[in-house]
Nanobody, 123 residues
Framework: QVQLVESGGGLVQAGGSLRLSCAAT????????MIWYRQAPGKEREMVAS??????????TYADFVQGRFTISRDKTQRTLYLQMDSVQPEDTGVYYC??????????????WGRGTPVTVSS
């Protein structure tokens, strides 16, 4: 069973940087896409950035509110997902979740979520 564990969250001042990581454990058959979501207090969960592709040609997409400030990446094994957060702002505060679309034979895409890592940006 694949499990995801996020790390790297914490308290940071506005304008600073953080690097989030998401480590996948267990047997992985294939990956559809890997996504970072976030949920601010009192708000719905929203997509931050996603990465997909194969043959070492990753395709990335970003929400407008992080375009140019955040960078999503992953290692070659596709077992670790990263989110480099630069020029953070107080509105980036929230719990950041890792999502993986796991391609399981005979089952299709199985959605897997991490438990989240909190990020607090002080002004």
């Amino acid at each position: 069973q694949v499990q995801l564990v996020e790390s790297g969250g914490g308290l940071v001042q506005a304008g600073g940087s953080l690097r989030l990581s998401c480590a996948a454990t267990g047997k992985i058959f294939g990956i559809n896409r890997m996504i970072w979501y976030r949920q601010a207090p009192g708000k719905e969960r929203e997509m931050v950035a996603s990465i997909s592709g194969n043959d070492h040609r990753d395709q990335t997409t970003y929400a407008d509110f992080v375009q140019g400030r955040f960078t999503i990446s992953r290692d070659k094994t596709q077992r670790t997902l990263y989110l480099q957060m630069d020029s953070v702002q107080p509105e980036d505060t929230g719990v950041y979740y890792c999502y993986v679309g796991h391609l399981v034979p005979l089952e299709g895409v199985v959605e897997i979520w991490g438990r989240g890592t909190p990020v607090t940006v002080s002004s």
